[in-house]
Each structure stands twice: as structure tokens, then as C-alpha cells.
């Protein structure tokens, strides 16, 4: 099966380990697409019908979720920019409050944080990456700075960069186990755990945005949102993870999940899945207003008994995570292409996935052990606490010193065909199923060659 559908994983030579970037798109989906494409061109014969069901059932499945809590987004940062307008609107959330990500996190999870503290004036707070000598993990710094002051937990599951494993499990714990917002007093952030910035003052917003229906204006009332139950807003991004590494939303119990089809789901671009927690769907509002996630909408005849009254449209948003999806009709292409993908990645199991790519980095992180300097030290380091999928190397001091570093042997092993990416200054190494242990001889072998020997200067 694996084969069959990646046949161009061989093609020219290349050793392809950027998954992480975006994955090979397997040949049946290829063909999918290809065929959905060539109905639009005689749209009169029929396109493919409107797979957003399928996709909630199976992405669903894929997290332990019911398919009611299952909305799109065309990206994760659009997904979160949700989240932060839907937030930026909270009438309970308090000034100096925190938002905790993590050092050079994912943009897409960072950057609409930074708009909503500028417009609440609350605090940003970056924690450090751990010592790749130590034992201490990302966990480890986070847990102690979650608190009674804390609005928001953003994080990923498996950092993008590195590939470490974020303990969202311990990282859940502390955020649920919170007691009343009530009862909280201020406690400045430990400086030895995080980085803080705090965003210039700038007026609150109006708490919520009128709401047309039946052709009356109603305000919403006050949403119960998580300050109200004592704990911070715990928001996932599990882009680097979902098809490669099992999450459990039922285990977890965030708030929102996002994950961008393109890489571990082997999707095309263009879409991001949300998982929204059930208690949302009837205080938040996507942020496009249109037809299309209204009761009624999806009537086949909605558009030919013409659905405008005197009032205008119907505004009653549909049941479910529903009322977040986005504009416009579904997607006759991508939407039957991902939804078939997510049938292959249920088949292969996330489960599967991980142990295969899991011997290939213990693999690849045993190599690299062997490699040294001329001077005996290490050529190359990683985290210790890596998943399987992705492996972060950086040029120990001692190579850089020799005048090595990750943009320097980026740009060497591309010319020898081996494609992966640089990323915060190291060499990011992410395997698949169609991915081998000749992978990884091939990648070691160009990764030694670049260490000088003994009296000589580096080769890049």
C-alpha cells in the first residue's frame, strides 16, 4: 500500500525528509484531485458532493472526538486569529493576565496572541528552551508558571523545530486543577522560568458584537468562558503531530485544536481541522459572518425558494462546531481529497506511524553519537526528549567553531539531494512511512563527511 502510493518518494534520488514541511501527496489522492479538477471543467456532468461530513467523522476518529465538535478553517493562523477575536471580546479577562508559548514557537500560534495582549494589555510570556544537555524537558518549565494569572496556554504537541514532546498531559493537569478566578492574586512570573513582555494599554473592546435574528438586535450574554470555571484557556497545535503521533482530545480536555492538513495528513494545501470544545459553540462566533453556517442553509433548495426576508437571512447559527465553519460552498476539490486522505492515515494509524518513524530516529540519533570532532567532542547534538517523526540536530559548538553550522550543511546536503529543512539554526529531520533506514545512511554519511579533520578547515 505504502508503495503503491508513493512512488515518487524514489524519484531523481532524493532522500525527502521534510514531512514536517509538507508531505508527498499520495497517488490516490493525486488522482482525486486530478479527476475533481477536470469536472469543473464541465461542471454540467457533476462535481463531487460535499465531503466536510466525512472529514469530521474521520478527523474525529483520528483525535477521539465527536464529529459535532469538528470545524475548518483555511489555515491554523486564521484558527487561531478565532480564538484570539472570540477572546479579545471576553468581558472577565483580566489585564497583566498571561499567555504562555513557548521560545521560537510556530508563528501561526504566536502571532495573534501578540494582537490580543496588545488590545487587553496582558502579558506574553516565552518560555526557554531547556539545555539539550539536560534532562529537563519543556514540561518541566511550563507547569510552574501556569497560574492563577494565567489566561491562556497556546503549545503544540511536538515542538516544530526540534521535534520534543511537549507532556501536554502534565501541561493539562496543571491548567484544570486551577481554582476560582475569584481567588486569584497577583504573583509576578518567576524571572528564571520565562521571558515576559508586557503589550502598550489600549482601551478593551466592546464585550460583544450585536446579533441580528428575526429581526430584532440581541446582545449575547456574558459567555461562560473558562475564567469564569478558574482555569486559563488551553489551545493546542497539533499540526506536527495529528497522523504521526496518537492525541487524545477526550485525555486532554483542551479548549480548541488545530491542525494544518498538509504535512502529516498528506492533504493538499489549503485547510486546517478544529477540534472546539462543546461548551464554546454556544458563546463563540467564527470570524467570517456569511449564509453557509446558518440553520437552513444546507437545504438543497435554499437558494431557489430564495431564503431572505424581511429581516434579511436567517441567523441562527447551526448546531455544533458548525457555526465556526468558514465562508462559502465546500470545496468540490480539496474537500473529497482530504477526506480520502484521512481514510488512508485512519488505515495506517497514527500508532503504526510513530513506531516506524520511531526506529528510524533511534537509529539516526545513534549514528550521530559516533560522529566527532577532530578535538573528540560531539559533532552534532539533539533533544533528548524527541518524538519519532522529527529530529532536530544542531551543530554542537565545537563544529561551528570549525565554521560548520545548519545554514552552511542545509545548503550542502540539498546538493546531494537530501531535502529536509533549517529551522531556528538547526537541521530539521523529519521521516514517514516512506522513509528507511537507507534514508538515514545517506543523510549520516553526508553529515560526517561535513566534520573537518584533524588540521583542517571546514569544507562548507
Request: hydrophobic fraction near 40%; charged fraction near 15%; glycine fraction near 8%.
Amino acid at each position: 500500500l505504502i508503495e503503491g502510493e508513493f512512488a515518487s518518494a524514489r524519484a531523481d534520488g532524493v532522500v525527502y525528509l521534510n514531512t514536517a514541511g509538507m508531505s508527498l501527496l499520495p497517488n490516490s489522492i493525486l488522482a482525486l484531485g486530478e479527476d475533481a479538477l477536470r469536472r469543473k471543467a464541465t461542471p454540467w456532468k457533476g462535481l463531487y458532493g460535499d465531503a466536510s461530513g466525512l472529514i469530521r467523522e474521520r478527523y474525529g476518529k483520528l483525535i477521539n472526538s465527536p464529529p459535532t465538535n469538528i470545524t475548518f478553517s483555511q489555515s491554523t493562523a486564521h484558527a487561531m486569529s478565532m480564538v484570539a477575536h472570540n477572546l479579545a471580546a471576553e468581558p472577565s479577562l483580566r489585564p497583566n493576565s498571561k499567555v504562555i508559548v513557548l521560545a521560537q514557537q510556530m508563528a501561526s500560534n504566536v502571532v495573534p496572541w501578540q494582537r490580543l495582549c496588545r488590545l487587553r494589555q496582558l502579558r506574553l510570556v516565552v518560555i526557554p528552551e531547556p539545555p539539550l544537555d539536560s534532562a529537563e524537558s519543556w514540561a518541566d518549565r511550563i507547569v510552574p508558571v501556569i497560574d492563577g494569572d494565567t489566561a491562556l496556554v497556546a503549545l503544540p504537541a511536538v515542538h516544530w523545530c526540534t521535534g520534543a514532546r511537549v507532556d501536554l498531559t502534565r501541561v493539562s493537569a496543571a491548567i484544570h486543577r486551577l481554582g476560582s478566578p475569584s481567588s486569584r492574586a497577583a504573583s509576578p512570573t518567576s524571572p528564571a522560568a520565562a521571558t515576559t513582555h508586557t503589550a502598550s494599554t489600549a482601551p478593551p473592546p466592546a464585550a460583544h458584537e450585536a446579533d441580528q435574528s428575526a429581526g430584532s438586535i440581541r446582545r449575547s450574554p456574558p459567555s461562560a468562558t473558562s475564567f469564569s470555571r478558574g482555569r486559563p484557556l488551553f489551545v493546542i497545535d497539533g499540526t506536527q503531530s495529528i497522523g504521526a503521533d496518537p492525541l487524545d482530545v477526550a485525555a486532554l480536555k483542551p479548549d480548541v485544536v488545530t491542525c494544518s492538513v498538509q504535512k502529516w495528513l498528506c492533504s493538499p494545501y489549503g485547510a486546517s481541522l478544529v477540534y472546539v470544545a462543546p461548551w464554546l459553540h454556544g458563546q463563540w462566533v467564527g470570524l467570517e459572518h456569511h449564509e453557509r453556517n446558518r440553520a437552513g442553509s444546507d437545504h438543497p433548495d435554499y437558494d431557489a425558494v430564495g431564503a431572505m426576508g424581511a429581516t434579511g437571512y436567517p441567523d441562527v447559527y447551526m448546531d455544533g462546531a458548525r457555526r465556526f465553519d468558514p465562508a462559502g460552498r465546500p470545496n468540490p476539490v480539496t474537500l473529497p481529497m482530504i477526506a480520502a486522505a484521512l481514510g488512508l492515515v485512519l488505515k495506517w494509524t497514527p500508532e503504526a506511524v510513530q513506531r516506524h518513524c520511531a526506529g528510524l530516529a533511534g537509529l539516526l540519533r545513534t549514528e550521530l553519537g559516533s560522529i566527532r570532532t577532530a578535538d573528540g567532542h560531539l559533532a552534532y547534538v539533539w533533544d533528548p526528549h524527541g518524538c519519532g517523526h522529527i529530529v532536530g540536530i544542531r551543530p554542537s559548538a565545537a563544529l561551528q567553531r570549525a565554521g560548520v553550522t545548519a545554514l552552511t550543511l542545509g545548503k550542502e546536503l540539498a546538493a546531494q539531494s537530501i531535502v529536509l529543512s533549517v529551522r531556528a539554526m538547526g537541521l530539521r529531520v523529519s521521516f514517514w512511512l516512506y522513509n528507511d533506514a537507507e534514508d538515514v545512511a545517506r543523510l549520516v554519511k553526508a553529515l560526517r563527511a561535513a566534520v573537518p579533520t584533524h588540521g583542517a578547515t571546514a569544507r562548507l
